[in-house]
């Protein structure tokens, strides 16, 4: 399963959603709330094993699956060991 795909069923799992479009905002459209995004976040920790800093949890990492996807996309690749 795709890191898309895991990240949408937790998100249709857990928030009983599953009518949005990968671009929508999660916070305006109202699908998941300031308490969702940290169960979002600690899913997005446990599963997909990355950690997030403070400084990470803004609307440009987390308001969109796009936008989560991109962002844990990048998190697992600064962790890859560089070729040298």
Known sequence: MSIRERIRTFIVDTFFVD?????????RKGLIDSTG?????AFLESDLGIKLEDKELVPENLDSLTRVVAFVERKQNQRLPQAG
């Open 19 to 27: 009518d949005f479009g990968d671009d929508d905002s999660f916070l």
């Open 37 to 41: 995004m940290m169960e979002l976040v």
